[in-house]
Protein backbone atom coordinates (compact mmCIF):
# COMPACT_ATOMS: atom_id res chain seq x y z
CA UNK A 1 0.00 0.00 0.00
CA UNK A 2 1.66 3.54 -0.95
CA UNK A 3 2.04 6.16 1.98
CA UNK A 4 -0.44 9.38 1.86
CA UNK A 5 0.62 12.52 1.84
CA UNK A 6 -0.44 15.69 2.19
CA UNK A 7 0.47 18.29 -0.42
CA UNK A 8 0.63 21.96 1.07
CA UNK A 9 0.97 24.09 -2.36
CA UNK A 10 1.07 24.07 -6.12
CA UNK A 11 4.10 22.77 -7.43
CA UNK A 12 5.42 21.80 -10.65
CA UNK A 13 3.62 19.50 -12.93
CA UNK A 14 6.71 17.02 -13.01
CA UNK A 15 7.12 17.00 -9.31
CA UNK A 16 2.97 16.11 -8.68
CA UNK A 17 3.21 13.32 -11.61
CA UNK A 18 6.30 11.47 -9.65
CA UNK A 19 4.86 12.16 -6.17
CA UNK A 20 1.31 10.53 -7.70
CA UNK A 21 2.92 8.04 -9.09
CA UNK A 22 4.92 7.06 -5.68
CA UNK A 23 2.41 8.18 -3.23
CA UNK A 24 -1.50 8.83 -2.42
CA UNK A 25 -1.80 12.61 -2.39
CA UNK A 26 -4.10 14.68 -0.56
CA UNK A 27 -3.89 18.31 -1.94
CA UNK A 28 -4.82 20.14 1.05
CA UNK A 29 -4.76 23.53 -0.38
CA UNK A 30 -8.00 22.71 -2.95
CA UNK A 31 -10.11 21.62 0.22
CA UNK A 32 -13.12 23.63 0.44
CA UNK A 33 -13.58 22.24 4.13
CA UNK A 34 -9.98 21.81 5.58
CA UNK A 35 -11.47 21.17 9.11
CA UNK A 36 -13.95 17.95 7.41
CA UNK A 37 -10.86 17.23 4.99
CA UNK A 38 -8.68 16.63 7.82
CA UNK A 39 -11.11 14.53 9.84
CA UNK A 40 -11.75 12.34 7.27
CA UNK A 41 -7.43 12.08 6.09
CA UNK A 42 -5.46 12.76 9.01
CA UNK A 43 -4.96 9.47 10.74
CA UNK A 44 -3.36 7.98 7.77
CA UNK A 45 -0.68 10.92 6.22
CA UNK A 46 2.42 10.27 6.95
CA UNK A 47 4.27 12.60 4.58
CA UNK A 48 3.71 16.98 3.71
CA UNK A 49 5.41 17.94 0.89
CA UNK A 50 5.30 22.12 1.30
CA UNK A 51 6.83 24.98 -0.10
CA UNK A 52 9.72 27.23 1.81
CA UNK A 53 7.60 29.67 2.09
CA UNK A 54 4.66 28.16 3.76
CA UNK A 55 6.26 25.26 5.25
CA UNK A 56 3.69 23.59 7.91
CA UNK A 57 1.45 26.05 10.65
CA UNK A 58 2.45 24.75 13.85
CA UNK A 59 -1.86 23.83 14.42
CA UNK A 60 -1.72 21.61 11.37
CA UNK A 61 1.19 19.24 12.40
CA UNK A 62 -0.57 18.99 15.60
CA UNK A 63 -3.55 17.41 13.71
CA UNK A 64 -1.48 14.69 11.72
CA UNK A 65 -0.71 12.28 14.45
CA UNK A 66 0.76 9.88 11.73
CA UNK A 67 3.21 12.27 10.67
CA UNK A 68 6.54 10.91 10.02
CA UNK A 69 8.17 13.45 7.71
CA UNK A 70 8.03 17.09 6.26
CA UNK A 71 9.41 17.34 3.11
CA UNK A 72 10.20 21.33 1.73
CA UNK A 73 10.51 22.14 -1.03
CA UNK A 74 13.23 25.08 -0.80
CA UNK A 75 15.84 25.96 1.15
CA UNK A 76 14.28 27.82 3.80
CA UNK A 77 12.48 26.27 6.84
CA UNK A 78 11.42 29.02 9.11
CA UNK A 79 7.89 28.14 8.73
CA UNK A 80 8.65 24.70 9.95
CA UNK A 81 9.00 24.69 13.96
CA UNK A 82 11.96 21.80 13.93
CA UNK A 83 12.42 22.15 18.15
CA UNK A 84 8.55 20.18 17.62
CA UNK A 85 8.91 18.35 14.61
CA UNK A 86 12.49 16.97 16.57
CA UNK A 87 10.61 16.33 20.09
CA UNK A 88 7.96 14.31 17.76
CA UNK A 89 10.54 12.32 15.73
CA UNK A 90 9.05 14.21 12.79
CA UNK A 91 11.71 14.18 10.12
CA UNK A 92 12.14 17.51 7.88
CA UNK A 93 14.35 17.76 4.64
CA UNK A 94 14.71 21.00 2.49
CA UNK A 95 16.74 21.52 -0.90
CA UNK A 96 19.95 23.44 -0.04
CA UNK A 97 22.85 24.25 -2.89
CA UNK A 98 20.63 23.38 -6.03
CA UNK A 99 18.89 26.82 -5.86
CA UNK A 100 22.07 28.59 -4.09
CA UNK A 101 23.06 30.12 -7.93
CA UNK A 102 19.89 30.68 -9.04
CA UNK A 103 18.88 32.65 -5.97
CA UNK A 104 22.16 34.51 -6.52
CA UNK A 105 21.84 35.68 -10.05
CA UNK A 106 18.20 36.95 -9.34
CA UNK A 107 20.41 39.35 -6.61
CA UNK A 108 22.62 40.80 -8.94
CA UNK A 109 19.16 40.86 -11.69
CA UNK A 110 17.38 42.94 -8.74
CA UNK A 111 20.77 45.25 -8.38
CA UNK A 112 20.99 46.25 -11.91
CA UNK A 113 17.34 46.49 -12.23
CA UNK A 114 16.97 48.82 -9.17
CA UNK A 115 20.97 51.08 -10.27
CA UNK A 116 19.63 50.88 -13.82
CA UNK A 117 16.23 51.22 -13.92
CA UNK A 118 15.40 48.35 -16.43
CA UNK A 119 12.06 48.13 -15.79
CA UNK A 120 11.32 51.66 -15.94
CA UNK A 121 13.31 51.69 -19.07
CA UNK A 122 11.24 49.32 -20.43
CA UNK A 123 7.77 51.07 -19.61
CA UNK A 124 9.41 53.94 -21.47
CA UNK A 125 9.93 51.84 -24.61
CA UNK A 126 6.50 50.02 -24.31
CA UNK A 127 4.45 52.95 -23.90
CA UNK A 128 6.08 54.98 -27.10
CA UNK A 129 7.59 57.77 -24.77
CA UNK A 130 11.07 57.04 -26.61
CA UNK A 131 12.95 59.26 -28.05
CA UNK A 132 11.39 61.95 -26.03
CA UNK A 133 10.64 61.98 -22.74
CA UNK A 134 11.78 62.17 -19.04
CA UNK A 135 13.53 59.03 -18.25
CA UNK A 136 15.51 59.94 -15.34
CA UNK A 137 19.52 58.72 -15.34
CA UNK A 138 20.34 55.66 -12.96
CA UNK A 139 23.41 54.59 -10.84
CA UNK A 140 26.68 53.22 -11.93
CA UNK A 141 26.66 49.19 -10.90
CA UNK A 142 30.11 48.66 -10.91
CA UNK A 143 32.83 49.50 -8.63
CA UNK A 144 29.92 50.24 -6.12
CA UNK A 145 29.79 49.22 -2.34
CA UNK A 146 28.23 46.20 -1.70
CA UNK A 147 27.02 45.06 1.72
CA UNK A 148 25.73 41.56 2.68
CA UNK A 149 23.84 40.42 5.32
CA UNK A 150 23.92 37.00 5.59
CA UNK A 151 27.06 35.34 4.47
CA UNK A 152 26.26 31.72 3.81
CA UNK A 153 26.01 29.76 0.41
CA UNK A 154 23.45 32.34 -1.01
CA UNK A 155 25.27 35.75 0.05
CA UNK A 156 28.97 33.85 -1.06
CA UNK A 157 27.33 33.08 -4.42
CA UNK A 158 26.50 36.86 -4.78
CA UNK A 159 29.34 38.22 -3.61
CA UNK A 160 31.28 36.01 -6.26
CA UNK A 161 29.37 37.72 -8.87
CA UNK A 162 29.80 41.09 -7.56
CA UNK A 163 33.36 40.71 -7.65
CA UNK A 164 33.06 40.76 -11.25
CA UNK A 165 31.43 44.16 -11.13
CA UNK A 166 34.53 45.36 -9.71
CA UNK A 167 32.40 45.63 -6.58
CA UNK A 168 33.81 46.80 -2.67
CA UNK A 169 32.46 44.45 -0.30
CA UNK A 170 31.80 43.84 3.27
CA UNK A 171 29.38 41.56 5.03
CA UNK A 172 27.90 41.04 8.14
CA UNK A 173 26.93 37.79 9.50
CA UNK A 174 25.46 36.48 12.67
CA UNK A 175 27.22 33.38 12.72
CA UNK A 176 31.35 33.08 12.07
CA UNK A 177 32.33 32.77 8.23
CA UNK A 178 35.94 32.29 6.78
CA UNK A 179 36.05 34.52 4.22
CA UNK A 180 38.68 36.79 2.74
CA UNK A 181 36.01 39.40 2.08
CA UNK A 182 35.67 42.04 4.73
CA UNK A 183 33.58 41.79 8.16
CA UNK A 184 31.84 44.73 8.59
CA UNK A 185 30.63 44.14 12.22
CA UNK A 186 27.06 45.06 13.12
CA UNK A 187 24.32 45.12 10.51
CA UNK A 188 23.82 48.74 11.01
CA UNK A 189 27.72 48.98 10.42
CA UNK A 190 27.28 47.52 7.37
CA UNK A 191 24.26 49.51 6.24
CA UNK A 192 26.66 53.05 6.62
CA UNK A 193 29.21 51.77 4.61
CA UNK A 194 27.17 50.13 2.02
CA UNK A 195 25.66 52.03 -1.54
CA UNK A 196 23.66 48.66 -1.32
CA UNK A 197 22.24 46.39 1.09
CA UNK A 198 22.03 42.81 0.06
CA UNK A 199 19.76 40.77 2.79
CA UNK A 200 20.41 37.13 2.52
CA UNK A 201 20.42 35.49 6.04
CA UNK A 202 18.19 33.41 7.29
CA UNK A 203 14.48 34.11 8.95
CA UNK A 204 14.62 32.81 12.03
CA UNK A 205 12.98 35.02 15.47
CA UNK A 206 16.06 36.34 15.90
CA UNK A 207 16.00 37.89 12.77
CA UNK A 208 12.69 39.24 12.63
CA UNK A 209 12.53 42.88 11.45
CA UNK A 210 16.26 43.07 12.06
CA UNK A 211 15.96 45.09 8.99
CA UNK A 212 14.63 48.56 10.75
CA UNK A 213 14.04 52.24 10.60
CA UNK A 214 17.68 52.48 12.19
CA UNK A 215 19.44 50.29 9.27
CA UNK A 216 17.44 52.33 6.83
CA UNK A 217 18.80 55.94 8.38
CA UNK A 218 22.31 54.28 8.14
CA UNK A 219 21.62 53.68 4.72
CA UNK A 220 21.14 56.46 3.75
CA UNK A 221 19.16 58.96 0.88
CA UNK A 222 21.90 57.34 -2.02
CA UNK A 223 21.02 53.61 -0.65
CA UNK A 224 19.47 50.76 -2.41
CA UNK A 225 17.67 47.68 -0.49
CA UNK A 226 17.66 44.59 -2.01
CA UNK A 227 16.41 41.50 -0.64
CA UNK A 228 16.17 37.74 -1.85
CA UNK A 229 15.82 35.94 1.36
CA UNK A 230 12.64 36.43 3.67
CA UNK A 231 10.52 39.41 4.18
CA UNK A 232 10.23 38.93 7.84
CA UNK A 233 13.37 40.35 8.45
CA UNK A 234 12.92 43.78 6.98
CA UNK A 235 10.10 45.95 8.73
CA UNK A 236 8.11 46.92 5.94
CA UNK A 237 6.44 49.54 7.45
CA UNK A 238 10.06 51.24 8.34
CA UNK A 239 10.71 50.62 4.68
CA UNK A 240 8.31 51.98 3.27
CA UNK A 241 8.34 55.30 5.01
CA UNK A 242 12.11 55.27 4.05
CA UNK A 243 11.18 54.80 0.71
CA UNK A 244 8.57 57.22 0.82
CA UNK A 245 10.58 60.44 2.95
CA UNK A 246 13.57 59.76 0.65
CA UNK A 247 15.56 58.36 3.45
CA UNK A 248 16.65 55.46 1.06
CA UNK A 249 16.81 56.00 -2.67
CA UNK A 250 15.24 52.59 -3.50
CA UNK A 251 14.51 49.12 -3.07
CA UNK A 252 14.70 45.56 -4.96
CA UNK A 253 12.46 43.02 -3.61
CA UNK A 254 11.54 39.40 -4.20
CA UNK A 255 10.23 38.75 -0.80
CA UNK A 256 7.13 40.31 1.29
CA UNK A 257 6.40 39.95 4.81
CA UNK A 258 2.84 38.87 4.10
CA UNK A 259 3.19 37.12 0.61
CA UNK A 260 1.05 37.17 -2.07
CA UNK A 261 0.02 40.50 -0.66
CA UNK A 262 2.06 43.31 -1.45
CA UNK A 263 1.09 47.18 0.03
CA UNK A 264 -0.40 49.39 -1.94
CA UNK A 265 2.21 52.00 -0.55
CA UNK A 266 4.57 49.60 -2.05
CA UNK A 267 3.03 49.53 -5.40
CA UNK A 268 2.81 53.09 -6.03
CA UNK A 269 6.33 53.74 -5.60
CA UNK A 270 8.66 54.27 -8.74
CA UNK A 271 11.74 53.75 -6.85
CA UNK A 272 10.95 50.21 -6.04
CA UNK A 273 11.18 46.98 -8.43
CA UNK A 274 9.34 43.94 -7.52
CA UNK A 275 9.43 40.40 -8.17
CA UNK A 276 7.33 37.86 -7.22
CA UNK A 277 9.07 35.52 -4.95
CA UNK A 278 10.93 33.68 -7.96
CA UNK A 279 14.37 33.52 -6.78
CA UNK A 280 14.62 29.79 -7.66
CA UNK A 281 12.05 29.73 -10.37
CA UNK A 282 13.66 28.65 -13.24
CA UNK A 283 13.19 25.22 -15.44
CA UNK A 284 16.28 23.80 -14.02
CA UNK A 285 16.64 24.58 -10.67
CA UNK A 286 12.75 24.03 -9.58
CA UNK A 287 13.40 20.48 -11.40
CA UNK A 288 17.05 19.52 -9.16
CA UNK A 289 14.85 21.09 -6.54
CA UNK A 290 11.80 17.86 -7.33
CA UNK A 291 14.51 15.82 -7.61
CA UNK A 292 15.91 16.35 -4.34
CA UNK A 293 12.51 16.66 -2.38
CA UNK A 294 11.45 12.94 -4.35
CA UNK A 295 15.24 11.76 -3.16
CA UNK A 296 14.55 12.92 0.45
CA UNK A 297 11.15 11.14 0.35
CA UNK A 298 12.42 7.80 -0.96
CA UNK A 299 14.80 7.76 1.24
CA UNK A 300 12.45 7.90 3.83
CA UNK A 301 10.26 5.63 3.49
CA UNK A 302 13.28 2.81 1.99
CA UNK A 303 14.33 3.50 5.79
CA UNK A 304 17.27 4.92 4.52
CA UNK A 305 19.28 7.89 5.64
CA UNK A 306 17.80 11.08 3.82
CA UNK A 307 20.39 13.17 1.28
CA UNK A 308 19.34 16.56 3.38
CA UNK A 309 17.69 16.40 6.28
CA UNK A 310 17.24 18.49 8.92
CA UNK A 311 15.79 16.89 11.42
C1 LIG B 1 10.65 28.87 -3.22
C2 LIG B 1 12.14 29.48 -1.20
O1 LIG B 1 9.93 29.97 -3.65
O2 LIG B 1 13.89 27.92 -1.15
C3 LIG B 1 13.15 28.66 -0.51
O3 LIG B 1 13.21 28.73 0.72
O4 LIG B 1 11.56 30.32 -0.64
C4 LIG B 1 11.93 29.32 -2.67
O5 LIG B 1 12.93 28.68 -3.31
C5 LIG B 1 9.68 27.96 -2.59
O6 LIG B 1 10.13 27.23 -1.53
C6 LIG B 1 9.14 27.06 -3.67
O7 LIG B 1 8.30 26.10 -3.19
Redo the contacts with the bound molecule.
Keep these: MTANILQL?P?MPALEKALSERFTVHRFFEAADPDAFLGEHAERLRGVV?????GIPTELAARLPALEIVA???????KVDLLEAKRRGVRVS??PDV?TED?ADLAIGLIISALRQIPRGDAHVRAGRWPSGDLALGSKVSRRRYGIFGFGRIGQAIARRLEGFDAELAYASRSPVETTVRNAGSLHELAAWSDVLVIAASASAETRNIVDAQVFNALGPKGVLVNVA?GSLVDEPALLDALETGRIAGAALD?FADEPRVPERLLALPNVVLTP?????THE??QA?ADLVLANLDAHFAGREMPSALV
Design positions: CLTGGHIINGVGFDNTLVRVHMASATRM
